[in-house]
């Protein structure tokens, strides 16, 4: 199992992307319109200069005053966990256990080409599960 097999059963590759100079209330607005917990950083959207969560939010902003105005960048996490799509299943929840992130970009060849969070990670591994439980149902069954 790996990262490229989590991407392909998410059904989607869009990269959610916000620039820096984008306030906070654009970024509360933004995640709630697309129904996700972070979005990658860039000015460009190709180039990743950060990720900002939803833990973002509520670390960075829980004593600011008129936090809405402050911009991504000064929230965002600069220091991010990466993995590749050949990368191990295993090796992505170890990231995420590891470190205490949700949202793990996937690089290849330089460029962002999907980003992975724990719930797509869960429901690809609910699935195998199941899969795994009709094969061995459909082993016993046929004696």
Request: aromatic share 4%; net charge negative.
């Amino acid at each position: 199992m790996r990262v490229s097999d989590v991407l392909a059963s998410k059904g989607s590759d869009a990269v959610y992307t916000i620039t820096p100079d984008s306030t906070v209330r654009e970024l509360l607005d933004v995640l709630a319109e697309l129904n996700v917990g972070a979005l990658i950083v860039s000015d460009d959207g190709k180039a990743m200069l950060g990720i900002v969560s939803e833990r973002d939010i509520v670390r960075k902003l829980r004593t600011v005053e008129n936090a809405r105005d402050m911009t991504v960048a000064e929230i965002m996490t600069t220091d991010v966990q990466l993995c590749a799509p050949e990368d191990s299943f295993g090796g992505l929840m170890t990231i995420m256990t590891e470190h205490r992130v949700r949202h793990i970009p996937v690089i290849d060849d330089g460029a962002i080409v999907g980003v992975v969070s724990i719930g797509d990670a869960v429901k690809y591994r609910m699935e195998q599960l199941e899969f795994e439980r009709d094969q061995l149902n459909n082993y016993v069954a046929g004696g």
